[in-house]
């Protein structure tokens, strides 16, 4: 309860900082028009030659992509900038102050720094939802998108405990920047369908990265897809993820080493 | 009674050695040494509750990171340490609400953001209740008089004014214990003195224990009751302030002028002379002998002027780590 307050009271103070970032604000709403902009074309393209997707029609597939961005909108907003500087702020001893404080350490590691400059890459994510649900054949249910929003913040979650436990070697590595480069570019996978990803490819990227299904699934409920299971082990994963993520952290601090 | 037990403390950090040059970080991608450097070395002490302790000892002796453990940042190697009935390194919330930390050349405070800012957060980090919230700002925004620059952005404060905003974030909580790491490196000496006036009233008045590495002899000289010497990773002084300089300081100095001429050869019968003239000296005599030489330069020369000074602290403590 006492992290729900503190993550609100962090939420809270780094809007404060939204004013210092007004540029920044309007250069997000440009750049992220522009990334939505191209992956639509691109999927428009490859709806011109086919029909389906493994399964997923055209609008189902923006769907998912509305999903992805929404994940990732969230994400940067919350905690991207936080993993990226981890290992700087960790070298530079930086974490001295936040890991003494009576709540939890990982939460003011990884959601000290907050991006609200980047709430404008809503706007263009509520443009694309709009844009997926005028391409669908058929009408979605209000309670099964919004359910489908609720497990978004449930992969926001699972990917904060997989960046975390790749953020934690750095107490070994001193770097882990080219995990985290790597991990962020195979989460671009999340952005197309799970089931274009078949064989062993397919399990890791459900099971031991569970990369895959963070917007997929969420889209998956909101369709009302025959794919229930799923849904039930994203949330046990992300659950599991959660715990080995706190243990690690734990772990890993006894080898802090701060600096100065 | 002892609120801080420290028994066999020791801290070793690893670091790997880099042949310099092109060639030499390409060796180092394949193979490397690892060094390893004892920070702190089988330290032990104990410290009651309401003590000004100073800790004293050359760049990279081991203060700072005997202080980082004792607040739970760093994990010791080995030995043990236990601040108010709690390991620090397992960072129970109950304990970390009962200390407070400064570091001179380290901020908590947000800097695009007013300090009041940081104020109200670390309100809920620590739990504070909005009156005791009230009344401690209050107190202290008045005694440090910050009062009129609580709402400027932390960047655009002078290094004095941040001190004062970084010990009211330490301190809102009231805690039992406050570190304090080099809280007046780079302060101007009137900032210094506003500083050093506002801690030894707080101690004073709240028996708030306080634990102070600083280079400036002069915080110590003017705060600490107690002082802890640490070169090299070893305490090689734990006592009284002013037993150091009886301990380490075996002569004193007379300064003596006299109203005529007399023979340097003469003078140095009486003493090692640092300084010698006909008409004035410097003369380092044994403690134990200062009363019997004074009385021969009385009777035997002719004074003007007599007097006799102790070493100061700054020498004694250069010479103990210079190992004169």
Known sequence: MKTIKIFFALCAINFKHLLIYRASFWITFLLMAGWAGAYVTFIEVIFGHIDTLAGWGKGEALLVLSYYYLFQNI??????????????????GELDFRIIKPVSSRLLAFCYKMRFD???????????????????????????????????????????????IIS?????????????????????????????????????????????????????????????????ILAGITIVMMAIAQWFWSFGLKRYSSAG | MSIIHVKNLSKTFESYKKEPGLIGSIKGL????????????????????????????????????????????????????????????????????????????????????????????????????????????????????????????????????????????ALLHSPRILFLDEPTIGLDVVSQRNIREFLSEYNRSRKTTIILTSHYMEDIRRLCKRVIIIDHGSIIYDGDYKNLTEKYAGDKTIHVSFSDAVLENDLKSLGRTTMANSTSAKINVPRKDIAAITNRLLIGFPVDDISISEESIEKIISDIFEGK
């Open chain 1, 75 to 92: 994400s940067d907003i919350f905690y991207k900038d936080n993993f990226e500087e981890f290992s700087d702020v960790m070298r530079r």
């Open chain 1, 118 to 164: 980047q709430l404008a890459s809503l706007v263009v994510t509520a443009g694309l939802f709009a844009y997926a649900l005028s391409e669908l054949k058929m009408n979605i249910s209000p309670l099964y998108f919004s359910m489908g929003i609720l497990y978004t913040t449930i992969s926001v979650v699972l990917y904060y405990s997989i960046l975390s």
């Open chain 2, 30 to 169: 394949f193979s490397s040494e690892t060094i390893y450097s004892q920070a702190v070395k089988d330290i032990s002490f104990d410290i009651a509750e309401g003590e000004f302790i100073g800790f004293v000892g050359p760049n990279g002796a081991g203060k700072t990171t005997t202080l980082k453990m004792l607040s739970g940042i760093l994990y010791p190697t080995s030995g043990d340490v236990e601040v108010l009935g709690f390991k620090p390194f397992k960072r129970a919330p109950e304990f970390q609400k009962q200390f407070g930390l400064v570091m001179g050349q380290k901020n908590q405070l947000w800097w695009d953001l007013p300090a009041r800012e940081s104020f109200i957060l670390n309100k809920a980090i620590y739990e504070v209740s909005d009156h005791d919230y009230k009344k401690t700002l209050d107190e202290l925004t008045d005694i440090l008089d910050v009062e009129d620059f609580l709402d400027i952005q932390v960047r655009k404060l002078s290094l004095g004014q941040r001190m004062k905003c970084e010990l009211i974030a």
């Open chain 1, 168 to 232: 934690t070697f750095a107490f070994w590595m001193q770097k882990s920047d080219t995990f985290k480069v790597l991990i962020w570019n195979v989460s671009q996978v999340a952005r197309y369908p799970r089931q274009i990803y078949t064989g062993i490819i397919g399990k890791v990227l459900t099971f031991i990265i569970p990369i895959a299904g963070l917007a997929s699934v969420p889209a998956e409920i909101a369709l009302q897809f025959d794919h229930g299971k799923i849904a039930y």
